[in-house]
């Protein structure tokens, strides 16, 4: 495949992707605005019960937003994918920040020695 024909793959992978992302945006805002009108209809209407539970409908859907912006590649999952995926990036954050300390120790005992032999 020559260098235009991957350019014009890339390029047409690339205005796909932003006509899906835009989409689920715009599905997204839709779906807030109509949890947030439904919200204020069951106010409205005096159920209590019913209001706590659009708060609480409303209040997960944010989260769940939140998280797709977190995790690598979450805008594009459902929400149990989302969920795994959350779980093994929190994972993998773990093991670099074990490393990171590792690492941090090491270089500190490589100072200490330094000072201890006066270099």
């Known amino acids: 495949m020559g260098s235009n024909a991957v350019h014009e793959s890339h390029t047409a992978n690339s205005s796909s992707s932003r006509r899906i992302k835009a989409r ?16 204020k209809d069951v106010k409205a209407h005096g159920g209590e019960e ?8 409303e209040e997960v859907e944010r989260k ?20 795994e995926e959350t779980a093994g990036y929190i994972m993998t954050l773990q093991v670099q920040l074990k490393a990171m ?11 200490k020695e330094k000072k201890k032999f006066g270099a």
């Open 24 to 39: 689920r945006e715009s599905q997204c805002m839709k779906n807030s605005a109509a949890s947030q009108e439904s919200a």
């Open 50 to 57: 019913e209001a706590a539970a659009a708060d609480d409908r």
């Open 64 to 83: 769940i937003e939140a998280l797709q912006r977190i995790v690598p590649g979450g805008e594009s999952l459902g929400v149990d994918k989302l969920f």
């Open 101 to 111: 300390k590792a690492l941090a120790s090491f270089f500190e005992g490589l100072e």
